[in-house]
């Protein structure tokens, strides 16, 4: 896409428009003073357009921190937002498991997103190293632990919704 990572792009535009800056100083001719203009303006368009435009990758990589957040204050509701509501099951399981955690901190630290626009519905998955403190080892015991989650999305009316979501175990290194 190309709103992902437009640094090269604008780096690329302003760095043509110094040069040909620098040739209108030296030469005073107007085609490179039109061209320093030209890729000045096209670098700060790109820079307003990556501002603008949210891309679904980069919407899913701020919604993850967020839900973390809502979990640390005890937001079940917003994490049921987040969850697709015709699958009570997991509504029902991620009640059950923040009720009982009570996370006091939830830190993402490794978040990959992959998103594929062509399924139909669009679908994307996340994964990501968490490290939860709050009563993981059972209720009354407090405690931190690291885990991997795996959490499957689609887009359905506009929306991204979890589908489901899986805790695997976290490999040494990763």
Same mark, same amino acid.
């Given at each position: 896409m190309p709103f992902e990572n437009s640094l090269p792009l604008v780096v690329a535009c302003l760095a043509?428009?110094?040069?040909?800056?620098?040739? /209108?100083? *030296?030469?005073?001719?107007?085609? /490179?003073?039109?061209?320093?203009? @030209?890729?000045? =303006?096209?670098?700060? !368009?790109?820079?307003i357009a990556d501002r603008l435009v949210e891309t679904d990758? #980069?919407?899913?990589?701020?919604?993850?921190?967020?839900?973390?957040?809502?979990? #640390?204050?005890?937001?079940?509701?917003?994490?049921? !937002?987040?969850?697709?509501?015709?699958?009570?099951?997991?509504?029902?399981?991620? #009640?059950? @498991?923040?009720?009982?955690? *009570?996370?006091s901190e939830v830190v993402i630290t490794k978040l990959d997103v992959m998103v594929d626009s062509k399924k139909s519905p669009p679908a994307a998955t996340g994964d990501m190293i968490v490290r939860v403190t709050g009563n993981v080892v059972d209720? !009354?015991?407090?405690? =931190? =632990?690291?885990?991997?989650?795996k959490v499957w999305m689609a887009? *359905?009316?506009g929306s991204w919704l979890i589908q489901d979501a899986a805790v695997e175990p976290v490999k040494p290194g990763r």
């Open positions: 043509l428009a110094g040069v040909a800056l620098i040739a /209108w100083t *030296k030469t005073l001719s107007r085609p /490179w003073l039109i061209i320093a203009l @030209v890729t000045a =303006t096209a670098g700060i !368009a790109t820079i990758r #980069e919407h899913l990589q701020a919604l993850f921190p967020r839900l973390a957040t809502a979990a #640390e204050r005890g937001d079940i509701n917003t994490i049921l !937002a987040a969850l697709d509501p015709e699958l009570r099951p997991l509504r029902a399981d991620a #009640e059950k @498991v923040l009720r009982q955690v *009570k996370p209720k !009354a015991t407090p405690g =931190t =632990t690291i885990v991997g989650l887009k *359905k009316a």
